[in-house]
């Protein structure tokens, strides 16, 4: 964590000082959103929303406007999220997640123009999607899986989230553990340009995981997974420093069962897998990605991942399709000093990988 500390429930980056009682990181201290030498070009399914007609605006000029309330109550909402929370940047603070309502429209787009950090205060999650869960509207009827229920596309884009927290939440039925940032279950994915530093998921569990992101579709349909991928465009998690890492039992950064990705021109150093033991035990394994399943698909194209670690198995990248259907693709990309915990794929430093062939590395360097 940093070094300074917040009690405001809003504060602009700069009315933060003197504030004191709770944990808070400087997204000031991190680095940009992406990879600055990605430069792959991205899908239009991939790429940010239009959020010139917004559902509702967060805000009303300045920072103190822009309260944790505000925000709770337009994510409830629905539609298109935006803020007007003045010229400096502004950091909101959570004491509980904001919580997603599948029953309220087909997209949920969450935009913070490049100046809205969004804070768990060390306690939180920040975001929560679950369409397992009745109480969030839309739960299907009749024989349909809620697992793998369409629910709602969650699109956040030109936002920062920090020290957001899933430690101490049970998994129980619905797996509701992991996602310090966010966790979400059903649905869609969407993350562009965005940057997550210090979120925080359990220490320790066999299948935990995903100090920032935590996704889950479990294929009970084929192809489900790989038919709606969560995309990660141009976006960041963690830094130069290790304070700046985001940490769970397994997946650092981001974690998965039964989720394909697509990941392009994105950042990730000093994310850790801290558990140990791998599955039979407690974790460690994915120090940044973490992606488990049958069917599953993981892209990475024009990424950098770099000092990250696990304990156990893949301190980049953990990819274990369990009945060998899945693919793993490196392209344009860079991964180095992903150093080897217990085990990883020989000849793939930082990797784990079982899969239906061997990952497959194009024009990528693939380093110690």
């Known amino acids: 964590m940093g070094t300074r500390s917040i009690s405001c429930a809003v504060v602009s980056l700069v009315a933060a000082i003197g504030c004191s009682s709770s944990p808070s990181t400087n997204p000031g201290n991190g680095p ?25 605006v967060v805000g009303t000029g300045s920072a103190s406007s822009c309260t944790a309330d505000a925000f709770v109550a337009a994510v409830a909402k629905g539609g298109v999220v935006t803020f007007d929370c003045g010229s400096d940047p502004t950091t909101i603070v959570l004491s509980s997640p904001a919580i997603v309502f599948n029953d309220k429209g087909p997209k949920l787009v969450i935009d913070g123009g490049g100046k809205i950090t969004l804070s768990g205060g060390g306690s939180s999650r920040i975001l929560y999607m679950a369409t397992c869960d009745p109480s969030h509207g839309g739960y299907p ?74 996704k889950l579709d479990y294929l009970i349909a084929p192809g489900a997974g790989p038919a709606r991928p969560v995309w990660i465009v141009n976006s960041t998690f963690g830094g130069a420093t290790p304070d700046l890492g985001n940490s769970c039992a397994n997946g650092g950064a981001l974690s998965s069962i039964g989720v394909s990705w697509n990941i392009i021109n994105s950042y990730f150093a000093n994310n850790t897998a801290v558990g140990h033991g791998a ?90």
């Open 32 to 56: 940009p959103a992406g990879w600055p030498d990605g430069h792959a070009s991205v899908p239009s399914a991939g790429q940010a929303e239009d959020v010139s007609t917004p559902t509702t």
């Open 141 to 214: 009827t009749g024989s349909g899986d809620c697992n793998t229920n369409p629910g709602v596309q969650l699109v956040v884009q030109n936002l920062t989230f920090v020290d957001g927290s899933a430690v101490g939440i049970p998994e129980g039925n619905n797996n509701a553990g992991g996602g310090g940032a966010i966790y979400a279950q059903g649905g869609s994915l969407k993350v562009v340009n965005c940057r997550f530093f210090a979120n925080l998921c359990d220490p320790l569990g066999s299948d935990v995981g995903g100090g920032a992101i935590r």
């Open 279 to 368: 599955n039979s035990g407690q974790g460690g394994n994915g120090g940044a990605i973490y992606n488990d399943g049958n069917e599953i698909v993981l892209d990475i194209t024009s990424s950098l991942l770099e000092n990250n670690h696990a304990n156990e198995g893949g301190s980049a990248v953990f990819f274990v399709s369990n009945d060998k259907s899945g693919s793993i693709t490196i392209q344009d990309s860079i991964t180095r000093n992903n150093p080897k915990g217990t085990f990883e794929t020989p000849g793939l430093p930082g990797f784990y990988v079982i899969a239906k062939d061997p990952a497959n590395v194009v024009n990528s360097q693939i380093l110690p």
